[in-house]
Structures are given as structure tokens and as C-alpha cells.
């Protein structure tokens, strides 16, 4: 649904959900690696939308669904209104320049044969973006200057001659390089220094405030999220448990699973002892298509009867600055922040 005052949403994501094995050969149901995820992106004002989650929770399943790169099983991706399975060759070659994608490990995408140049030149011809060498080598400058580097220090260099920094950054500059509407960030810092990790951090913030692109940032750190996150949605094993302002959600978790996340972030605090007891997770037989109830059920310590019977839904609430409440403010139905918790199906009135 589009919200009062702002305009379509540029991408939409319906109920999509994702299953991998299961099948007639197989004796066990398929696992479901997304399970009806939904998300409203809109191109104006641009935003950083954090998808943040521990690892196996569907984050970089659901990058790849919406980059093209896997099929959907069951739902939706729409861009612009098309969905992007039906779209034609016109309408594919404009979503794939106007959505790019920035990847952990920049080394990957690199072929390790070719110079530097040779990555812009793919994009150039690829898109038909210049006219001549002198408007090309313009655009890849100007892109490159967006990100801190300078064509005649790097262009003629191989990858391996490239520090990881300046790697991940030619990524960047290749991708603001098609002037996309929305950047999908698969933990495009995790590889990098604490330095350069703040560079990087800080061009996506100049990109979204000064250049309007969005970005769906995928992430398990949650300080970084903290840092750039306009909104943020917490997946906890393929399923939505938290959605709504980052801050709120760093400060204030609601959801019983996102309260454990948020709580085992180790305080600087030399008086404060870290707990480094080994704590195993539950086997994941509540991700597995015939399983009913919710995924979190045989960690969380408010389990109830009602959890097992289907998997609860988003329920909207507010947070309140008056009272304490269940996740340190009082809530009520209603609002932007959205929990996929029973414990909120009767906090009316409170």
C-alpha cells in the first residue's frame, strides 16, 4: 500500500517466498529460505533500508531474488509495477541499469585477465552510456571521483594490484557509473578495515543525500546498520520478525528474537564481564515447509501454546515514550513498527 504523501513505490516486493530441495526425489520437505516477505521501496525520498539477520536468515537469498540471479517459488518482485520475471528485453535492460549491485568481496566480480579499465568499458558498451572516448573517460573519471580514486591511479592496474578498499570502491563507482534508483549492498563492508569501512559507509550516505539513490543494505552488523539505516527489517529464518526505524529497533527491540540479537552485542565495558558460554542454536525444524508455528518457538523464553498453531503475523504497533513496556517502551496496536509476535495480539490499551 502506498503511503500518504509519497508516490509509488519504485520496488515491490509480494509475499515472496523461497524454497530450496523437497521434491520427488527427496524424503525430507523443501526448506524454506524466504517465507512470504513483503517490502515497499520508494524512489523519493531515497533511503538505506538495512535487511539485517544472523547468518542463513535469507538476507543474501533474498538480494539474489531480487537481482535476477534465482527464481522465485512463490510471490511477486515488482519494479516500476512489472514484475521482473515477465518483463521484456527492453524492460530488463533498464532494470538491471537502473538497480545494480555492490557484493561482499569485490575480487569476485573482477576477471583477473583484464586491467581495471577493462570492468567500465563491459558497462559502457553493454549500455551504449558515451558517444565517444573523450565522453567515456569523463563519466568513468567523474565516477571514480564520486568515490575517491582517480582513473590514471587505478584504470590501467589489475585487480590484484588493487588494495581490498580500493577494490570495493571501483564497485561502487562502477555501479553509480549507470546512475541506478536503488543499490543492492550485499555486506559490502565486511571485508574491509575499520577505515575503509567508514568510506564506504560514508560515500553510500552521499550517494542517497546528494546523488537520491536508494539502497537496500544487507548486513549482520549491526552498527554499521545503526549508523546509515533509515529503516530496517530483521529477518530471523526466512522470516520478517522486526520491521520499522532503525534507531527504534536498535534501541528499543520488541520481538523476543530481536531483543537476543540486540543484547548479545558485547559492551565496552572493562567492568563488564563477556558471557562466553557456547550457546547452540535449535535444530531449524521449524523452517521446513510442513512445520507449522513460530520459527523462533524453541529458543524464545515467551513461548506459548498459540506459537505452534501458524506462524504469527506483522502486527503493527506503536512505541510509546511514557511507560515501560515489553521491550523497554510501551506499545499499542497500531503504527509504523510491525512485530511477528502473539505477545502483541493483546497490548491494545495498554
Not at 524466504?34 to 531515497?46: G, I, T, V, W
Not at 533500508?49 to 522465485?72: D, H, Q, R, V, Y
Amino acid at each position: 500500500m502506498t503511503q500518504p504523501g509519497r508516490t509509488q513505490p519504485i520496488l515491490q516486493i509480494k509475499n515472496a517466498t523461497m524454497e530450496f530441495g523437497g521434491g520427488f526425489l527427496s524424503s525430507q520437505p523443501p526448506l524454506v529460505a524466504l517465507d512470504s516477505f513483503n517490502l515497499d521501496l520508494y524512489e523519493s525520498p531515497a533511503q538505506i533500508t538495512t535487511i539485517a539477520g544472523e547468518s542463513g536468515s535469507g538476507k543474501t537469498t533474498l538480494a539474489n531474488l531480487i537481482l535476477g540471479f534465482i527464481p522465485l517459488t512463490r510471490g511477486q518482485i515488482l519494479y516500476k509495477g512489472v514484475d521482473i520475471s515477465q518483463m521484456d528485453r527492453k524492460q530488463r535492460l533498464t532494470y538491471r541499469q537502473e538497480v545494480q549491485a555492490i557484493f561482499q568481496d569485490p575480487y569476485d566480480v573482477f576477471n583477473p585477465f583484464f586491467r581495471v579499465q577493462h570492468t567500465f568499458n563491459l558497462v559502457m558498451r553493454h549500455f551504449a552510456l558515451a558517444q565517444n572516448k573523450a565522453e567515456k573517460r569523463a563519466l568513468i573519471e567523474d565516477a571514480l571521483n564520486v568515490v575517491g580514486l582517480r582513473g590514471d591511479e587505478i584504470l590501467e592496474k589489475y585487480p590484484h594490484q588493487l588494495s581490498g578498499g580500493q577494490r570495493q570502491r571501483v564497485m561502487v563507482a562502477r555501479a553509480y557509473l549507470l546512475r541506478p534508483r536503488l543499490i543492492v549492498a550485499d555486506e559490502p563492508v565486511s571485508a574491509v578495515d575499520a577505515s575503509l569501512r567508514a568510506m564506504i559507509l560514508d560515500i553510500m550516505l552521499r550517494l542517497r543525500d546528494e546523488r537520491q539513490i536508494s539502497f537496500l543494505y544487507i548486513t549482520h552488523d549491526l552498527s554499521t546498520a545503526y549508523q546509515i539505516g533509515d529503516n530496517m527489517v530483521v529477518l530471523f529464518q526466512g522470516i520478517t520478525a522486526e520491521t520499522g526505524d532503525t534507531g527504534q529497533i536498535i534501541e528499543n527491540p520488541q520481538h523476543p528474537y530481536v531483543q537476543e540479537l540486540i543484547h548479545s552485542i558485547p559492551v565496552p565495558d572493562p567492568k563488564v564481564k563477556w558471557d562466553t558460554t557456547i550457546k547452540l542454536p535449535a535444530q531449524e525444524t521449524m523452517r521446513m515447509q510442513d512445520a507449522n508455528g513460530c520459527r523462533f518457538y524453541l529458543r524464545c523464553p515467551h513461548r506459548m501454546e498459540m506459537c505452534l498453531e501458524e506462524q504469527p503475523p506483522l502486527i503493527p504497533i506503536e512505541l510509546r515514550n511514557d511507560a515501560r513496556g515489553m521491550g523497554g517502551r510501551a506499545v499499542r496496536v497500531g503504527g509504523d513498527h510491525a512485530v511477528a509476535c502473539y505477545l502483541y495480539d493483546t497490548c491494545s490499551g495498554q
